[in-house]
């Protein structure tokens, strides 16, 4: 099992930057991909960045690549997002997600465990 805690979401103008904490338990943290999701209201829930097993692999949906950067130390079992140059389409509901598999994926379905959501709030 795998518990996920995210933090670092808030409000913030348009150009700012936030950096989103993902805190896991369990003891397959440092062997699991990562990936972080986002979901607007009256939308599904999409892809944002994720990072396989050693921080070796990243990847990114086009519409955040190069204003974001996701990390982690498994040390601390911490998975991170940094988001700069918000904009107000940045908006959402942001989840860190968890697979128990070592590889990058970007579909919702093969993620296993899930965070209960940061509110990104970026106003223009």
């Known amino acids: 099992q795998v518990q996920l805690v995210e933090s670092g979401g808030g409000l913030v103008q348009a150009g700012g930057s936030l950096r989103l904490s993902c805190a896991a338990s369990?003891?397959?943290?440092?062997?699991?991909?990562m990936g972080w999701f986002r979901q607007a209201p009256g939308k599904e829930r999409e892809f944002v960045a994720a990072i396989n097993w050693n921080g070796g692999i990243t990847y990114y949906t086009d519409s955040v690549k190069g204003r974001s950067t996701i990390s982690r130390d498994n040390a601390k079992n911490t998975v991170y997002l940094q988001m700069n140059i918000l904009k107000p389409e940045d908006t959402a509901v942001y989840y860190c997600?968890?697979?128990?598999?070592?590889?990058?994926?970007?579909?919702?379905?093969?993620?296993?465990?899930w965070g209960q959501g940061t509110q990104v709030t970026v106003s223009s």
């Open positions: 369990g003891r397959t943290f440092s062997s699991s991909a």
């Open positions: 997600a968890a697979r128990q598999a070592g590889m990058i994926r970007t579909t919702t379905t093969h993620y296993e465990y």
